[in-house]
């Protein structure tokens, strides 16, 4: 389990973290989201004591991570993928750091086979591809087999292969018991891998609750409707309340109304319906609607700007 207790980071005047507390539980995935600048790098380096804040608490299983006699053992962290010394192996890189913990070369044999480098684990680091690097991160957060995992856009530079890969692995990681908290701009991504969000703006704390609850309270839910009784049923919808608008194929857009009782008023007036669709906002729409207060840069308010 990961808890941050009022965390604040400053750089200068700026304030990076600002009083930021919020708990990451074991058993599921929990994505960590936030615009640009929202401190979310900082708060990850802050977990991992590689930043001292200014003033809060962040521990991992209880502890602070300065304090885990063997951290690669409770904590795997993908921060930088291309923070290894470029003219070691893949296999020299990941020994190196089981040495320093008491792994055995077996796990370094394993993670590797585990994250799809085996056949290239002894070519030298430097010269992998982006995605080749992310894989050789993660094989590092693995290496200990811990049971925390922090992961910093860790499907970056894969191809679709390798994204439906590593949501699957997060997924399975997640159903044994351990606590996975990965960032990601990828919100299309997010929604279907996380089932719990931590967002951030500006440092501070801007939702804190499934995914689902997310994106339903901060979307507007509608209903698509196709009917060659069009007219006469959106008289009979917006009769009962209903906010029933057109779309440029004739079909009607209802808002304020849930499927079943608009199915209900169709049936009673006799209207025949082709289609009843619930529709419901993404998580994408969710999240530009929530932290579009906190933007560090917003475009369509600078537009026209200074050049």
Not at 26 to 46: D, H, Q
Not at 92 to 108: D, M, P, S, Y
Not at 134 to 162: F, H, K, M, T, Y
Not at 279 to 299: H, I, W
């Amino acid at each position: 389990m990961i808890e941050a207790r009022n965390l604040t980071k400053r750089y200068g005047d700026k304030t990076a973290v600002d009083d930021l507390s919020f708990s990451v539980k074991p058993g599921k995935v929990t994505g960590f989201l936030g615009p640009n600048g929202a401190g979310k790098s900082t708060t990850m380096r802050l977990l991992l004591g590689l930043d001292r804040p200014h003033g809060g608490d962040a521990t991992i299983d209880g502890k602070h991570y300065r304090d885990l006699p063997q951290p690669l053992r409770v904590v795997g962290a993908l921060l930088e993928a291309k923070a290894v010394h470029t003219g070691r192996s893949a296999y020299n890189h990941l020994l190196c750091l089981a040495q320093t913990q008491g792994i055995g070369k077996e796990r370094v044999e394993e993670v590797l086979r585990l994250v799809g480098l085996h056949d290239v684990a002894r070519k030298r680091a430097g010269g992998f591809s982006l995605g080749m690097g992310q894989r050789l991160g993660l094989a590092a957060a693995l290496l200990g087999d811990p049971s925390v995992l922090i992961l910093d856009e860790p499907v970056n530079g894969l191809d679709p292969e390798g994204i439906v890969w590593i949501r699957t692995l997060m997924k399975e990681l997640a159903a044994e018991g351990r606590t996975v908290f990965v960032s990601s701009h990828l919100m299309n991504e997010m929604a279907v891998t996380a089932e719990h969000l931590i967002v951030i703006g500006r440092g501070r704390l801007v939702a804190d609750c499934s995914t689902e609850e997310f994106i339903e309270r901060s979307t507007d839910q509608t209903v698509l409707v196709r009917s060659p009784d069009a007219e006469r049923l959106t008289e009979a919808l917006a009769a009962e309340g209903g906010t029933v608008t057109r779309n440029g194929t004739g079909e009607l857009i209802v808002a304020n109304m849930e499927a079943a009782r608009i199915a209900e008023l169709a049936a009673a007036g006799g209207h025949v319906v082709h289609e009843l669709t619930p529709r419901r906002g993404s998580l994408e729409e969710a999240f530009m609607e929530l932290t579009r207060e906190t933007l560090e840069y917003d475009a369509a308010k600078n537009k026209g700007g200074a050049a």
